[in-house]
């Protein structure tokens, strides 16, 4: 089922999760166990982060610095087959524009089809300091606005070879948005303009980067409402489990943490960290709930536990 559809059929407000692949050479075992551990909570959808190569040095035993390039964590379309066909939930496998040929991208996108596999997010992704070199007789899509065009352009049958008799896939795109602006964009105005024209080539929903004050998201929302978005937004949401967050996640994510939740976690004992950001989440998802976002989106690292404390909650509230 698409996501869209699972938002339009739904009857009460639900919790969906996203989780990166294993690194190269690593088992998907803990993986699996962290989907079994959110099972009894029904998530409608599992997104599965795609990661291009990367650049990395590794010391020679000569002393020198050689300059490797690789992918640190491939397995998207593997491990989404997987977890639909293990668990019976679907997923939503991100697709990047950055490191991947268009080619390689309508290739990606014939798999999942034959896979039975209807969603997918559609994302510049991130500079990780390795630019691909392509064939000449390769192309790229260079925004995410570009990768979605292509993507329903395949869902009306249209692939980069002219094809006879073609089969139109028929892929719900899922695309981001940023309530605090992208790093890169100079102003919100040029940011939600953007975002625009990613839904104008076809996108159909939005899921948000984290937050931690929920009037971003509100003000988010209104700026989209603004411009004609008319699309669902998913707001994301994070659980800060740990002190260190408070410098990483502003540093990797460009995101701002509320100086009440700050200070918070600032002068507590290292042990009780994970109960003040799991309170934090707990209120967070009631404010949206009560103001009628139809799904929460969770991201999630190495556990489940904190994740499955705030959901846990929540039912116990509805």
Not at 37 to 54: G, K, Y
Not at 91 to 116: K, M, Q, W
Request: proline content about 5%; charged content about 25%.
């Amino acid at each position: 089922m698409k996501i869209i559809e699972l938002l339009e059929v739904r009857k009460e407000p639900m919790v969906s999760y996203e989780i990166i692949p294993p690194v190269r050479g690593g088992s998907a075992k803990e993986i699996f166990e962290i989907i079994e551990s959110l099972v009894e909570f029904e998530p409608p959808f599992i997104d599965v982060t795609s990661h291009s190569a990367q650049v990395y040095y590794e010391e020679m035993p000569d002393g020198t610095w050689r300059r490797r390039v690789k992918r640190k964590r491939p397995g998207t379309l593997g491990l989404c087959a997987a977890i639909k066909g293990r668990f019976g939930i679907e997923t939503v496998p991100h697709l990047l524009c950055n490191g991947f040929s268009r080619e390689e991208t309508e290739d990606a996108l014939i798999e999942l089809n034959y896979l039975g596999i209807q969603n997918v997010m559609a994302l510049r992704g991130d500079d990780n300091g390795y630019e691909k070199s392509f064939a000449s007789d390769k192309s790229v899509n260079a925004q995410a606005h570009d990768l979605v065009a292509q993507i329903c352009a395949m869902n009306r049958g249209r692939y980069l070879e002219e094809l006879i008799d073609a089969e139109a896939t028929d892929f719900c795109v899922g695309v981001a948005g940023y309530p605090e602006k992208h790093i890169e964009a100079p102003n919100m105005a040029w940011d939600i303009l953007h975002l625009k024209r990613k839904v104008d080539a076809g996108a159909h929903y939005i899921t948000t980067q984290m937050f931690f004050d929920n009037q971003h998201y509100f003000d988010f929302v209104e700026r989209c409402h603004e411009v004609d978005i008319d699309v669902p937004i998913l707001p994301g949401l994070k659980i800060i489990t740990s002190k260190k967050q408070l410098k990483s996640l502003p540093g990797r994510f460009y995101l701002e943490i509320p100086e009440s939740l700050a200070a918070e976690i600032e002068a507590a004992d290292d042990r009780h960290v994970a109960e003040i950001g799991i309170r934090w989440a707990v209120q967070q998802s009631q404010e949206l709930f009560e103001r009628g976002v139809p799904c929460l989106h969770f991201y999630i690292m190495q556990t489940s536990r904190h994740v499955r404390e705030v959901v846990s909650q929540l039912r116990k509230m509805a």
